[in-house]
């Protein structure tokens, strides 16, 4: 049976990693909120949905994301790995997404990907029933003296990257200096 990965915010900045998860043999679930976005990412709905699929949900709203995450997992089956973008005024739907895939029951990876300020934050992963919570902190580039954001390209690699190594904490690009963070 293959395994299931969950993207949350795969329509954009992860979208690379949905096609490599893809391409490693995993059904990819992409969660987002328009199809105009999923199908400018990944080519027709039709096409798509051989090897990814797209829940049409907004995290914004944390009763119908709940609903449609659930409804989806029924149909696509058990996640085994979860990497999950949401800004963090969806704090509320995070807690509940971490909380419904620990009581799963079946072993589930979660990488939480966060931006820069997560670097000020302590970091200290607890396994919660056989969820392995894990987080990505995404920083910067030095180049030619000034900062820059990373690029979708890099974020992708940096995520594919911390899947394959499997550390708590990974972060990708620079975080320090903190007074040299782009603008």
Known sequence: MAKHALIIGGTGMLTH????????GYKVSVAGRTLEKFTAAFGSKQEAERNIAFIQTDYYNTVAFAGRIQEAIRERGSVNLCICWMRSDAEESFEWLKSWLAKSGNPVQLYEVKGSHASRDGFKSEPINNL???RIILGFRM???RSRWL???EISEGVMNAVKKGKE???TGDVEPWDQRPG
């Open 151 to 153: 690029t979708d390209k």
């Open 169 to 171: 904490l990974y972060i």
């Open 132 to 134: 392995k919570w894990n």
């Open 17 to 24: 990693v949905a096609e490599w998860l893809s391409g490693e």
């Open 143 to 145: 180049e030619k003296g």
